[in-house]
């Protein structure tokens, strides 16, 4: 059973991470000039309110919020080229064989026994 997303869907929901910080700000709605009153909606289609005052148009042009969205592209692609890098590494491994069948049934008579940690530490010691 696998418990991990794949790297497409990390990805997928990174980029979704950097598009919300820039939709979010669709939903702040301005005020007029020096009261706490909303600016006045526009009727849509079906004579729902649209707000068309927000603060989406200096959020997009913001250049601290740009360079915070570069910054997410880049972490999301170093972090992909990471887990590509280590799943390669972790599927050459797993070709090797660390032990041959002698030493693996060795290995696993010793398990059998449910040794203490004090006697795995003591004859792991000869090995030092």
């Given at each position: 059973?696998?418990n ?11 980029k979704?991470?950097i ?30 309110p ?26 999301k ?35 059998d ?12 010691s000869?090995?030092?």
């Open positions: 059973m696998n991990n997303p794949p790297l497409p869907e990390i990805e997928t929901i990174l979704k991470l598009d919300n910080i820039l939709e979010t700000s669709k939903s702040f709605w301005r005020w007029k000039d020096g009261t706490c009153i909303f600016c006045e909606t526009n009727k849509g289609p079906n004579d729902e649209i707000q068309k005052h927000t603060f989406f148009e200096e959020i997009i042009d913001n250049p601290i919020i740009i360079q915070v969205c570069f910054s997410i592209g880049d972490i692609k170093k972090c992909s080229d990471k887990v590509r890098n280590f799943k390669e590494m972790w599927e050459d491994d797993r070709k090797k064989h660390l032990f041959d069948n002698k030493n693996k049934l060795a290995v696993e008579k010793i398990v026994k449910n040794p203490t940690t004090t006697y795995l530490e003591l004859k792991m000869y090995y030092k």
